[in-house]
């Protein structure tokens, strides 16, 4: 189970931003590497690849999106959040099937 | 670049059955695993099937499993959900997704709206 804090996260535009995730069991795959992602669900579109093993960004993504953890928990940071950043965050856990989600972080700007 | 297009949506009756499609191009279709997700209104994300690149290996979401049946063409770069006895809590947007390096779903589709009622 993967359990995400805050479930809603109000935020002044240019400032920090941070989401926990928690999971049940330990993400390490036995060939040692943890594949925890994070996603971002913006109002109407489907959901996006931010981050992958715990704290790589994909294509495109603006480093101010940076991850960390290790085990069973685990952030996602937004270091300046700029109002393109509204909607909902999502960890995802592909370390073993079924995969799993947290249930959802909104980001909404104060 | 990399496009996925899920088609196949609609309103069915309870216990009737429904396929979505995903096209997909801009990539090399064969040489990647694929998923399926879903989100029911106004809900989270909902991991539902994956299938190997070759088709070789699928697994289920237990929600699905017995239900759903998840199938690939290759030759036609195209992705399926076979969904039978369908029931109303599986009305959702169902997404496909591509499984890229390090088990990531690095791209996906649209959606298409699965609507279960009588």
């Known amino acids: 189970v993967m359990t995400q804090t805050p479930l809603s996260s109000p935020v002044t535009l240019g400032q920090p931003a ?3 995730c928690r999971s049940s069991q330990s993400l390490v795959h036995s060939d040692g590497s943890t594949y925890l992602s994070w996603l971002q669900q913006r109002p109407g579109q489907p959901p996006r690849l931010l981050i ?6 994909f294509s495109g993504v603006p480093d101010r999106f940076s991850g960390s953890g290790a085990g069973t928990d685990f952030t996602l940071k937004i270091s300046r959040v ?3 950043d509204v909607g909902v ?9 079924p995969v799993t989600f947290g249930q959802g972080t909104k980001v909404e700007i104060k | 670049q990399v496009r996925l297009v899920e088609s196949g949506g609609g309103v069915v009756q309870p216990g009737r059955s429904l396929r979505l499609s995903c096209a997909a ?4 279709f064969s040489s990647h695993g694929m998923h399926w997700v879903r989100q029911a ?5 909902e991991w539902v099937a994956v299938i190997w ?3 070789s290996n699928k697994y289920y979401a237990d929600s699905v499993k017995g239900r759903f ?6 030759s036609k770069n195209t992705l399926y959900l076979q969904m039978n006895s369908l029931r109303a809590e599986d009305t959702a947007v169902y997404f496909c997704g591509r499984w890229g390096d390090d088990k990531r779903i690095d791209y996906w589709g649209q959606g298409t709206l699965v609507t279960v009622s009588s």
């Open chain 1, 52 to 57: 992958y093993k715990i704290s790589n960004r």
């Open chain 2, 25 to 28: 191009s801009g990539f090399t």
């Open chain 1, 18 to 20: 941070s989401i926990s």
């Open chain 2, 53 to 55: 690149y070759d088709g």
């Open chain 2, 41 to 45: 209104p106004g809900k989270g994300l």
């Open chain 1, 89 to 97: 965050y999502y960890c995802m856990q592909a370390t073993q099937f």
């Open chain 1, 82 to 84: 700029e109002a393109e």
């Open chain 2, 69 to 74: 049946t998840i199938s690939r063409d290759n």
